[in-house]
């Protein structure tokens, strides 16, 4: 199986920063593309941001350049730097990896627990 563990979450105010950071671990070969997911209070999970490579990522339009995703293969983690945080990015938020293993006949998805951001005056 693998897990993922999310970090680095907490409250912050209006314009300030934080850095999230997930690990995964398990029994897997690779990791194809993975991304960051939120979910505000009462509203639907949406994707923040995914990376495939370096040169190979996309942020969600409400993201205006404030968010930085990156990964670290080597230690199977990805990272999301927010910066200018809104009260609007207030939510909790999920990491999410698409796995490969020589034994399974596709990939397959994994998400993490979810980390709480809370950006309040």
């Known amino acids: 199986q693998v897990q993922l563990v999310e970090s680095g979450g907490g409250s912050v105010q209006p314009g300030g920063s934080l850095e999230l950071s997930c690990v995964a671990s398990g029994s897997f070969d690779s990791i194809n593309h993975m991304a960051w997911y939120r979910q505000p209070p009462g509203q639907e999970r949406e994707l923040v941001a995914t990376i495939a490579t370096a040169d190979n990522l996309a942020y969600a339009d409400f993201v205006q350049g404030r968010f930085t995703i990156s990964r670290d293969d080597a230690k199977n983690m990805v990272f999301l730097q927010m910066h200018s945080l809104k009260p609007e990015d207030t939510a909790f938020y999920y990491c999410?990896?698409?796995?490969?293993?020589?034994?399974?006949?596709?990939?397959?998805?994994?998400w993490g627990q979810g980390t709480r951001v809370i950006v309040s005056s």
């Open positions: 999410y990896a698409d796995v490969r293993r020589s034994t399974w006949l596709s990939s397959r998805v994994f």
